[in-house]
């Protein structure tokens, strides 16, 4: 497992952008799948995007396609979550989460994930 702190949550208005981080401690990352989940308010966490390890296969929820992308840079042991034309149902905590094992990506379950961050608030005002 890896430590993760995820940064750059913050108000915004519907339409607008924001740029999550995700940064891992020690060495790079690139063993790991990574993922980005949010909880609303008396919600279930739900998959938002995931990306393999080496960067070259991503995944959405059909919610957020075409306006999030999720990057990784394994250099700087750091994943990213650009978030574009936000909308208020896009408020949420937003969770960085690391983990591996076969179908993991296709699943995209919140329990296949072994490491996670702390969170970080997102809210978009209408």
């Known amino acids: 497992q890896v430590q993760l702190v995820e940064s750059g949550g913050g108000l915004v208005q519907a339409g607008g952008s924001l740029r999550l981080s995700c940064a891992a401690s020690?060495?790079?990352?690139?063993?790991?799948?990574m993922g980005w989940f949010r909880q609303a308010p008396g919600k279930e966490r739900e998959f938002v995007a995931a990306?393999?390890?080496?960067?070259?296969?991503?995944y959405y929820a059909s919610s957020v396609k075409g306006r999030f992308t999720i990057s990784r840079d394994n250099a700087a042991n750091t994943v990213y979550l650009q978030m574009n034309s936000l909308k208020p149902e896009d408020t949420a905590i937003y969770y960085c989460?690391?983990?591996?094992?076969?179908?993991?990506?296709?699943?995209?379950?919140?329990?296949?994930?072994?490491?996670w961050g702390q969170g970080t608030q997102v809210t978009v005002s209408s």
């Open positions: 989460a690391a983990g591996t094992g076969p179908g993991i990506l296709a699943n995209r379950r919140a329990r296949d994930f072994g490491s």
């Open positions: 020690g060495r790079p990352f690139s063993s790991y799948d």
């Open positions: 990306i393999s390890r080496g960067g070259g296969y991503t």
